[in-house]
Structures are given as C-alpha cells and as structure tokens.
C-alpha cells in the first residue's frame, strides 16, 4: 500500500466531513493533483491504493474527475477490493448526475431545503443490478 496516497485519502474524508467552499476545494485539488502524479509515477500499485485514489477523484469538480474515479474503481474491484464494487456505481452516478442526468443506481442524494433526497435515477435499474454492486436495494436507498 502506497502510505502516501492513504494519508491523502485519509486527510480528504477528514476534511469533507469538516470544511465547505473554497478551503475544501483548494485541498481537494491538491490532494487530486498528487494522486495524480504518483498515478502518472506508477507508484498506484494494489487494490487499496486504486480505492484511495478513487475517493480523491470522486470528490473532484469536473466531468473528467468522475470518469477516472470510475475507472480506478473498476481497477479496485478487478483487483478484488470488497468495497470497489460500490464505488464503481456511485462514480457512474456522480458522472450521471453532475451531467443532469437520472442516476443509474441511485447512490447519490442531494440537500433539499435541509433534507436529503435522492437524485432522479432510472427506474428500469433492478435491486439485483444494485445487489450486483454492493448498492442497496432502492427502497432502503429512498
């Protein structure tokens, strides 16, 4: 494991349960920029490493940002990490959502006059298609 990219992992879910706006933006570019390099370095090597970068890409900004948390998640979940798999379909969700688009499977919710909601997802998704990812079934995710 790459102690590096896990110490930025573990500094981005600290700071996205602490900080908002600009601040949480500003690290959270760093810390992508980073895992970049050391993806670029060939330093991202095992299972746990693809998921840690995986999260840094999910909390990005930008179209691409969500299009590589995707495919590092696939890595992790190719490589057997066991929580992977539902990281391959938020990051397709967030791709969605970020686009406008409905949810595939409905991993992701937004604030709605102080309550969370789920995005519009597509209703021809099964809880099986969720099951097969680790997702929940739909009503427990509404």
Do not use: C
């Amino acid at each position: 494991m790459n102690d590096e990219l896990r110490a930025l992992y573990e500094e981005d879910i600290a700071d996205a349960r602490t900080f908002a706006g600009e601040e949480a933006l500003l690290a959270s570019q760093a810390r992508r920029a980073r895992a970049a390099a050391l993806l670029g370095a060939g330093a991202v090597r095992d299972a746990d490493d693809f998921l840690h970068a995986t999260f840094l890409f999910q909390h990005g900004e930008r179209l691409e940002h969500w299009a590589m948390a995707h495919l590092l998640a696939r890595t992790a979940a190719d490589m057997g990490h066991p929580r992977a798999p539902y990281m391959v379909a938020a990051s397709h969700d967030r791709w969605l959502m970020r686009q406008g688009l409905p949810q595939k499977y409905g991993t992701n919710s937004v604030d709605d006059g102080g309550r969370a909601r789920v995005w519009p997802y597509d209703p021809r998704t099964t809880d099986a298609e969720r099951a097969a990812l680790g997702v929940p079934p739909l009503a427990e995710l509404l």
